[in-house]
């Protein structure tokens, strides 16, 4: 049956709730994963990671879906010399752009499940198909592991859960139309029951709610721009960067779509550096809009667009927080319905 008002009927594939969560989520998986060989695979055949083996390139792949889930890998190195030591570190930095692939793949799923479903049967489509996406993450963090990168499988089962749901969980609310209507609750009903000032001050929570959130796209739609502005005014360090790596076709483009991923990062990095906190690239670095300061950078192309030295008018950044907070201001206003008058009449008998 449907989410909808006219429930109507429609089960979808012949078959359990659970199972059907399953499949969906299988689907998701391995589109996700195909996604992140082809270009792991193109880089290989051009040579690009040398003699490594098919084997190495599987656990590649795997390592890289589950680093774009926000799955922390546990690094180890050992140095060179006769006292080398062995190193360890966390890897835990989340593309967001390339993020977005399994949150979309599950907004579909959820929409799909969510047509197949009955109101008060949806949690069994959902819990079918986060167990399955569940098992897939536990399972390719025990084959993609290695000595020298190690994964905690607890974690490698739950936070690809994290996109994954609420990816499918938007979905299923957009097939729906409401979060009551989702979960089966009747709103319209449960608003006649509560008290006005029940009513009210939920009216006002929403109204400050949606001011907040206006206020938060504001300002990363401003750091975004001025984090194109940058990448503009600093192309030619971008090129040079480019050439000075030399990675070739194939390899130039995969470097690419690895920025494109880390994009949403840059803007938040922007939004923090407008912010006047400013971020860090390293232990004892930092950039911000008074001045930067950092040591040697890995061979980015995106990191030559840093600000560098000390600049005299960045003080002028940390208005932007300012207007934003000024514009979630007007929407409050504008949003927010004032009931002083109303509180005055019930309250005071005349």
């Known amino acids: 049956m449907k989410l909808r008002a006219d429930q109507t009927g429609d089960r979808g594939l012949p078959m359990p709730l659970w199972l059907q969560g399953g499949l969906e989520s299988a689907q998701a998986a391995f589109i996700s994963a ?3 060989v082809v270009p792991i695979v193109a880089v290989w055949a051009t040579s690009g990671f040398g003699s490594a083996g098919l084997d190495v390139l599987a656990r590649l792949a795997g390592q890289a879906w589950l680093v774009i889930h926000g799955v922390p890998l546990y690094l180890t190195t050992v140095g060179e010399g006769a006292a080398a030591r062995p190193e360890a570190g966390t890897l835990w930095l989340l593309p967001l752009g390339l993020t977005l692939i399994p949150f979309l793949l599950a907004w579909r799923a959820g929409r799909r499940l969510a047509r197949a479903s009955y109101t008060d049967q949806l949690w069994q489509a959902l819990l079918g198909s986060w167990l399955v996406y569940a098992g897939f993450g536990i399972a390719t963090g025990f084959i993609c592991r290695t000595e020298d990168v ?16 609420l990816g499918m969980v938007i979905g299923a609310r957009r097939e729906a139309g409401s979060w009551s209507r989702l979960i ?3 709103a319209v009903d449960w608003i006649a029951r509560t008290s006005q000032h029940s009513r009210w001050a939920g009216s006002y929570l929403a109204s ?11 300002a990363l739609a401003i750091s975004s ?6 990448l503009f005014i600093h192309w030619n360090l971008v090129v040079a960067v480019y ?9 130039g483009a995969a470097l690419t779509i690895a920025q494109l991923g880390f994009l949403p990062n840059l803007a938040v990095f922007a939004l923090a550096w407008l912010s006047g906190s400013g971020f860090a690239l390293g232990a004892g670095s930092h950039v911000g809009p008074l001045g930067t300061a950092v040591g040697p950078l890995p061979s980015i192309p995106v990191f030559a667009a840093i600000p560098a030295g000390p600049l005299d008018f960045g003080f002028v950044a940390l208005v932007v927080p300012v207007l934003a907070g000024v514009l979630a201001g007007w929407w409050f206003l504008r949003e927010g319905e ?12 005349v």
Not at 243 to 251: K, L, S, Y
Request: glycine content about 12%; aromatic content about 14%; cysteine-free.
């Open 34 to 36: 195909l996604l992140v």
């Open 184 to 186: 089966g609750v009747d």
């Open 225 to 230: 721009a001025l984090l194109a502005a940058d």
């Open 243 to 251: 050439e000075a790596v030399d990675a070739g076709p194939v390899g």
């Open 208 to 218: 400050a709610a949606k001011a907040g959130f206006v206020a938060v796209i504001a």
């Open 150 to 165: 190690g994964v905690f499988l607890w974690w490698a089962g739950l936070f690809p859960l994290v996109p994954f749901g």
């Open 338 to 349: 004032n009931h002083f008058d109303e509180w005055l009449s019930i309250k005071l008998h």
